[in-house]
């Protein structure tokens, strides 16, 4: 944008107007150009929070899927079950959710960028309901298995559409706490799945599961389509009467559209890409290195075993020696999850991206090796002559529950963050597709060998190599992770673009900042017309 354009728009009202002092040390009066707007210039955050908890509840059946396995392998396992299964056959029970899901994930990158990320979350929920009723209907394993495969799909579908409704609705003072309610939304599915699991038999459950995607279906009719979105279509009377739904009528309305269609011009975001610019776009750098930051950080973060402990709950508590209840251990471990995901929503916030991974990194790591030393101490005591009845069997009940708040308050929460919040705009969609289908694919990886490694490496040595996993991974999130809170969206997109350095404000321009209460002045020399650095 050239200074006469901007100041042009700073004249009618449409970007908001700042004090500030450049280095040659002249006051002036300045546009906000990258638009963080001031408490006063703030939406109405309920309907933001209304709107981001709708776009969610469908995420609350990812965890539904991932806590399925949990208290069902130990029903179709007992002497009684209707459907009796293998070790082989409960290892696919498990893991065959993940299977469906990867390819959700691409079909729900093409689907949002093409018919928009309203209809991409419609669409999501059919595979969902269809899923738990096959389920609930089963007669033999083979049809478990095709609603395993099927609520994966959906699961698939609705993880990137989510996170990007989420991202694109809510101004960035809240982005980061609201894209944080799909990893609560999981957490909340886990909880209810262990709960009623203890008490209701896996068709039961199956049918009650079945509910949640209903109601994320009927109550999602009602939301609006994202600006940004329409914005890329060229329906700027469209994003309006959407920005109106979702800040209020007394909100600068024009500021922000304004804003959305200045920087979908300069990026080219309204011309629809053909196959080859697709193409070029996604391989651009812009793209491809916050696809590589990611894409290593699900990796990372799958294989510091939190859904082995996940779909392996029961099963895990059963075998640590521990003399609590399994099925009450399970429960408190999906309610400490819960918990903790909220205020690993409310810390991200305030503490922002790298220091809650590092958390969940270093302690990942301690609680792993520390479980799995003991898992090595207990099988000693057990082939000892004679048996030597174990000690501290609070110790690794500990450790478990250590190891998912710690992983709650950064792993689970921080890159589905960062999923709406590093990609550029016009593939946004699509390459949010891809990172989610890496993060299922890597899921269905971990669970499915951890029965392998448990007899290659036996479990003590499974868990030393996941601990050995999360500290190598927080070397990498050290040197490789940018911090993104408080950035909004072009900005984010701007630094991976290369149009600017860093993500980091200079000192003067903070001091500026702080004096102004502003959260993102740029500085307009008067003897140049252009924006200084």
């Given at each position: ?343 690993a929503a409310i810390l991200l916030r305030r503490c922002g991206r790298r220091p809650l991974t590092f958390i969940s990194g270093i ?26 009845e174990p000690t501290a069997t609070w110790f690794p009940v500990a450790c478990i529950f250590i190891f998912t708040i710690t992983c ?16 550029p705009m016009k593939v946004r969609g699509i390459v949010g597709g891809f990172t989610t289908c890496m993060a299922h694919t890597c ?91």
């Open positions: 944008m050239t200074g006469k354009e901007t100041s042009a728009l700073v004249d009618k009202g449409a970007l908001p107007k700042i004090v500030a002092t450049n280095e040659k040390g002249v006051t002036m009066t300045l546009p906000n150009v990258e638009g963080q707007p001031s408490k006063s210039e703030r939406g109405k955050a309920l309907r933001q929070v209304i709107a981001a908890f709708v776009a969610n509840i469908g995420t609350i059946n990812t965890g539904l899927i991932f806590g399925f396995s949990a208290v069902v392998i130990p029903q179709l396992q007992a002497a009684d079950t209707l459907i009796p299964v293998d070790e082989s056959q409960s290892s696919w029970v498990a893991s065959l959710s993940a299977i469906g899901t990867p390819i959700g994930c691409l079909l729900s990158g093409y689907m949002m960028d093409t018919i928009g990320r309203k209809k991409a979350l419609l669409l999501t929920e059919i595979p969902l309901i269809i899923g738990w009723i096959v389920i609930a209907c089963a007669t033999n394993v083979d049809m478990i298995y095709a609603g395993r495969v099927l609520t994966g799909f959906g699961s698939g579908m609705v993880g990137a559409p989510a996170r990007v409704y989420t991202s694109e609705v809510t101004q960035p003072h809240l982005r980061g706490m609201l894209c944080a309610l799909a990893s609560t939304g999981i957490s909340l599915g886990v909880l209810l799945q262990y709960t009623l699991g203890a008490f209701t038999s896996w068709k039961t459950l199956s049918a009650i599961s079945a509910s949640v995607p209903v109601v994320a279906f009927v109550l999602m009719l009602f939301m609006p389509e994202t600006p940004n979105y329409l914005v890329t279509k060229n329906k700027p009377d469209q994003a309006m009467k959407s920005l109106a739904k979702l800040r209020g009528s007394t909100y600068n309305l024009e500021r922000e559209v304004t804003q959305l269609q200045t920087f979908a011009q300069k990026s080219n975001q309204k011309k629809k890409l053909t196959t080859k610019e697709t193409i070029q776009a996604l391989l651009h750098p812009s793209c491809l290195k916050p696809f590589g930051i990611l894409s290593l950080y699900f990796m990372m973060y799958q294989f510091s075993g939190v859904n082995t402990i996940t779909f392996y709950a029961v099963e895990i508590f059963r075998d640590s020696g521990t003399t609590m209840d399994k099925n009450t251990c399970t429960i408190m471990l999906g309610l400490v999850r819960f918990i903790f995901t909220i205020i302690g990942c790591g301690v609680t792993m090796i520390g479980l799995g030393t003991y898992l090595y101490f207990k099988k000693s005591w057990e082939e000892a002559d004679p048996p030597i709650t308050l950064g792993f689970l929460v921080v890159p589905w963050v960062m999923i709406g919040e590093l990609y899921v269905f990886i971990v669970v499915k060998t951890y029965p392998v490694l448990a007899h290659l490496l036996e479990r003590h040595g499974a868990f030393i190599l996941y601990g050995c996993i999360s500290f190598v991974g927080t070397v990498f999130f050290y040197l490789c992770l940018p911090e993104t809170k408080g950035k909004t969206l072009q900005e984010i997109e701007d630094y991976f673009s290369g149009r600017t350095k860093t993500l980091k404000k200079s000192k003067q321009l903070e001091a500026t900042t702080a004096a102004n209460g502003n959260s993102k002045p740029q500085l307009l020399a008067p003897e140049k017309n252009k924006l200084l650095p």
